[in-house]
């Protein structure tokens, strides 16, 4: 995902796209992630936790084969990023609703996400690194598909006994196992907490496909330069991750995020207004990492928020609305800088920032298991 940004310039020359077209590859983006968020609850109780996170991984790899196969037409790579998004979301809501139960759930969650921000800070170097030496774009995707196999290994090897997550006594109620999906619909905590993960990612997501090509266009820089902008950002991503979890212990979640956000959205303020390329480098390296562990946030505050019973259906919901925020918004984004010109990511990451903000102050307080 954190190469997007990167090869987007690239897809664009091939297929002769502008920024509104090849925002195509977010709609499908967007398709999956809203299928899995409705369908990963239902599949995990009825086939299993552990064969449902296979399922997710061997969607991925064949959307993974489907981008790297060919360069001749743009839709057999929508109908990747599509099938893509639904096994990443699936994977994503599946892991984050085990590791939401371990005994220390926002170490163990913030090591998980900070790996992904390290693979998100790698590949945009290795994309930009492939075709500015000649190689065509699709060849990257070969990569995902080489670590994308030792992954279904490991997913097979881990989970594949998985039926069930653990549950509390007091939350095994008959309902709770026939009426998840409509429980979990009907929880202000799940559309709140949903609804700030969808405008957080929608920020990152936003920062990390569209920064390439604002420094490309509006800062005048270099495809290497772009491309070590938005591999700083993932990377700021992947430190805070590892290393904040335990300040916000500290500061207590609730009140550390909004200090996260008043300083993201100051420092993203500064990318914008500052016209020099290192301003923008700095601040969009600083903005991931004030904004790191918003989404390990979101889960462990829903851990404390929802019933256990719920939380195969809760966190696929709030993993998936979450994750679309990654394409709609960057869609978004496409189509008004097709009239208006790149310029406009900086403000609109700042507004989405804000509505994130709004959505955290909306999270219920108390704790309901």
Request: hydrophobic share 55%; aromatic share 14%; charged share 10%.
């Amino acid at each position: 995902m954190g190469a997007t940004g990167a090869i987007l310039p690239y897809v664009e020359k091939a297929y002769g796209l502008n920024y509104a077209q090849v925002s195509a590859l977010f709609i499908c983006q967007f398709i999956g992630y809203i299928g899995a968020a409705f369908s990963v609850g239902p599949v995990s109780r009825r086939i299993g936790h552990g064969p449902t996170l296979i399922l997710a991984v061997t969607l991925g790899i064949v959307g993974s084969v489907l981008n790297a196969a060919q360069q001749v037409s743009f839709v057999p790579m929508c109908l990747g990023f599509l099938l893509f998004g639904f096994g990443f979301a699936a994977e994503l809501s599946l892991f984050n609703a085990y590791f939401a139960l371990l005994s220390k759930p926002l170490i163990y969650t913030g090591f998980l996400h900070g790996v992904f921000g390290l693979g998100a800070f790698a590949s945009p170097l290795v994309a930009t690194a492939m075709v500015t030496r000649g190689a065509p774009y699709h060849f990257f995707y070969m990569t995902c598909l080489g670590m994308s196999v030792p992954t279904l290994a490991l997913a097979w090897f881990s989970f594949r006994k998985l039926r069930s997550l653990p549950q509390r006594p007091a939350d095994i109620i008959s309902t709770g196992q026939r009426h998840g999906l409509r429980e979990a619909l009907n929880s202000r905590a799940v559309w709140t907490l949903a609804l700030f993960m969808m405008f957080y990612v929608g920020a990152e997501e936003s920062i990390g496909g569209w920064i390439v090509s604002f420094v490309l266009n509006v800062r005048h820089g270099s495809p290497h330069s772009a491309s070590w902008v938005a591999s700083s950002f993932y990377l700021g991503i992947a430190i805070g991750r590892m290393v904040l979890p335990s300040l916000n212990v500290v500061m207590g979640e609730r009140r550390a995020v909004f200090i996260y956000l008043s300083l993201a959205i100051a420092l993203e303020a500064v990318g914008w207004a500052v016209p020099i390329y290192s301003s923008t480098a700095v601040a969009t390296a600083l903005v991931g990492v004030a904004i790191s562990t918003f989404y390990t946030a979101g889960i462990v505050m829903g851990s404390y928020l929802i019933p256990s019973r719920l939380h195969a259906d809760a966190f696929s919901l709030m993993s998936s609305i979450g994750q679309s925020g990654s394409a709609f918004f960057p869609l978004i984004i496409g189509i008004i800088a097709t009239k208006k010109g790149i310029w406009v990511v900086e403000p609109f990451v700042v507004a989405l920032f804000c509505a994130s903000g709004v959505m955290w102050f909306l999270a219920p307080r108390k704790t309901l298991n």
